[in-house]
């Protein structure tokens, strides 16, 4: 979709201006992950949505216990999840969620908190890009 054709869509939806320009923003963003992650491993070759999916998806020995990203978030990251105190979460899916991944101070807040919770460590470079890649295709 053209740019202009986004926007136009984007507003008459609306969404208003600030996703507009969601994607170059969400760009930046896995840009700098792609750097990291080759710094972290020259022989890095890219993200991967499959690997995303996996982390998503799979039991994790995470702080207080076996957990996984979708104990919260729910099966499907395209639909809305609940915090183990019961509060909304919205979707995951930049499809449902066009916002989702544009906020770098906000992004990386989120992956310490959710990685160390989930996986009881920080997560790489390579696993927040994969985690991006899976859901901007959802």
Not at 10 to 28: N, Q, Y
Not at 32 to 46: I, M, S, T, Y
Not at 102 to 120: M, P, Q, S, Y
Request: net charge positive.
């Amino acid at each position: 979709m053209r740019t202009s054709t986004f926007v136009a869509v984007v507003v008459a939806v609306g969404l208003g201006p600030s996703t507009a320009h969601a994607e170059p923003r969400r760009e930046a963003i896995v840009a700098g992950l792609l750097e990291q992650a080759k710094k972290d491993d020259p022989r890095f070759a890219g993200f991967s949505a499959e690997r995303g999916a996996s982390l998503y998806r799979t039991t994790h020995q995470g702080k207080d216990g076996p957990t996984s990203c979708a104990t919260c978030h729910g099966g499907s990251p395209q639909g809305n999840g609940q915090t183990r105190l019961g509060k909304a979460i919205d979707p995951m899916a930049v499809s449902k969620n066009p916002a989702r991944y544009t906020d770098a101070v906000n992004v990386e807040k989120w992956f310490k908190r959710n990685c160390t919770e989930v996986l009881g460590r920080a997560c790489t470079a390579a696993e927040k890009g994969d985690f991006i890649a899976f859901m901007s295709g959802q």
